[in-house]
């Protein structure tokens, strides 16, 4: 729900996308984002903003039960989420690599395996290409990622939709 997921959501709709589920651990949409959600609405696109947490297995279930039964069949993935917390290696702890790692990883791997059996258009990861050249400080957010394309691809080897977009540097969305 924030400027890059939102962006993303406006690039669907403006290609046809009419029925979205956007989520955040908080359900809410950045400030500056409303007015687009509202924009896309306009246009027909039904968006629903649900707070859930990506690494909470019951919670997700819940949210592709709810999906189920209110929504048409769903046909894609877009895995956003990502914590950012710069540091040198030797200045991490288990809790400060966890809080990066979590949401990529944790989440990518459940979004997986509650999707390995639906017939997806595509399921999409957001990497970076820090997982290529690296990054000073961000070496949880390199691993993050790198999980992410492996993921990738081990879901192309089954035959499944996944690509990992490894994007480089981005200024606002």
Partial sequence: LGGF????TRFLVERGARHLVLTSRS???AASALPLIEAMRQRGATIATVAADLTDEAAMTALFARIDT???PLRGVLHTAMVLDDALFANLDA???HK???PKVAGA???DRLTRQRPLD???LYSSATTLIGNPGQASYVAANAYLEGLARARHAA???AVAIAWGAIADA
């Fill in 70 to 72: 209110t929504m048409p």
């Fill in 122 to 124: 595509f399921f999409v």
């Fill in 159 to 161: 035959g499944l939709p």
């Fill in 5 to 8: 997921g939102i962006e993303t």
């Fill in 95 to 97: 809790a400060r690599i």
């Fill in 109 to 111: 791997d459940l979004l």
């Fill in 100 to 102: 990066v790692l979590a």
């Fill in 27 to 29: 359900g809410e949409a």
